[in-house]
């Protein structure tokens, strides 16, 4: 079982740039795939990045690509989100959540959800 935790969230200006992390608790962090997904009010959680095990694939939504990067650290069972030219749009609770299947973009893929993290981008 892994437990997840994110943290960095916060308050930004458009424009602006955040960094999320998520622990992972366990010794298997490597065997599984590690998601970000995002909720705005009113709305379904949706995808936002993907990366495989050993981080070499990567995978991004249409709506993030050329602005977000997601990566790990297997060594500090940690999986990054970097957000640059934020945009209120992306406005949402940011969650992390781990698979043991393929670079998986559907949500009911993933076994392990983190409590979320709040991003706030102002105008």
């Known amino acids: 079982q892994v437990q997840l935790v994110e943290s960095g969230g916060g308050l930004v200006q458009t424009g602006g740039s955040l960094r999320l992390s998520c622990a992972a608790s366990g010794r298997t962090f490597s065997s599984y795939v590690m998601g970000w997904f995002r909720q705005a009010p009113g709305k379904e959680r949706a995808f936002v990045a993907v990366?495989?095990?050993?981080?070499?694939?990567?995978y991004y939504a249409d709506s993030v690509k050329g602005r977000f990067t997601i990566s790990r650290d297997n060594a500090k069972n940690t999986v990054y989100l970097q957000m640059n030219s934020l945009k209120p749009e992306d406005t949402a609770v940011y969650y992390c959540?781990?698979?043991?299947?393929?670079?998986?973009?559907?949500?009911?893929?993933?076994?392990?959800w983190g409590q979320g993290t709040q991003v706030t981008v102002s105008s």
């Open positions: 959540a781990a698979s043991t299947g393929l670079l998986a973009t559907a949500s009911r893929e993933y076994d392990y």
């Open positions: 990366i495989w095990k050993t981080g070499g694939s990567t």
